[in-house]
C-alpha cells in the first residue's frame, strides 16, 4: 500500500491552500483517513481525521479554518486548508488504517511541506 500527497506549497497569512492524497495497492477497505503535521520544532500532532461514514474531527488549532474530506471509491482523503496562519507551518503528513487481504495496518505518505508566510 503506497500514499501519495500533494498540495503543498508557500502561501500568504490568510491565504489557503489545499493537500490531497491517494492510497493504492491491495487495499480492501480503508477505515479512517487523515492528517498529522509536524511544525518546527514541535512535535508530530494529529490534525485532522475522517472515517469511513463521514465523521471528522480536527485539532482544535484547525476547527472552522481546515475541513477534510474523502472520495472512497478513489481512496482519496483531501484537507482543505483556509485562513491560514505562520503556526500552521510545517509537514504534513497524510494517513490511512487500511485493510489489505492479509492484514490491517497504518500507512504513511511522504510529508509535504506547507509554508505560510506572515
Known amino acids: 500500500v503506497q500514499l501519495q500527497a500533494s498540495g503543498g506549497g508557500l502561501v500568504q497569512a490568510g491565504g489557503s491552500l489545499r493537500l490531497s492524497c491517494a492510497a493504492s495497492g491491495s487495499i480492501r477497505s480503508i477505515d479512517v483517513m487523515g492528517w498529522h503535521r509536524q511544525c518546527p520544532g514541535k512535535q508530530r500532532e494529529l490534525v485532522a481525521v475522517i472515517t469511513a461514514g463521514g465523521n471528522a474531527n480536527f485539532a482544535d488549532s484547525v476547527k472552522g479554518r481546515f475541513n477534510i474530506s474523502r472520495d472512497g471509491a478513489k481512496n482519496t482523503v483531501s484537507l482543505q486548508m483556509n485562513s491560514l496562519k505562520p503556526e500552521d507551518t510545517g509537514v504534513y503528513y497524510c494517513?490511512?488504517?487500511?485493510?489489505?487481504?492479509?492484514?490491517?495496518?497504518?500507512?504513511w505518505g511522504q510529508g509535504t511541506q506547507v509554508t505560510v508566510s506572515s
Open positions: 494517513f490511512s488504517k487500511v485493510q489489505t487481504y492479509a492484514s490491517l495496518g497504518d500507512y
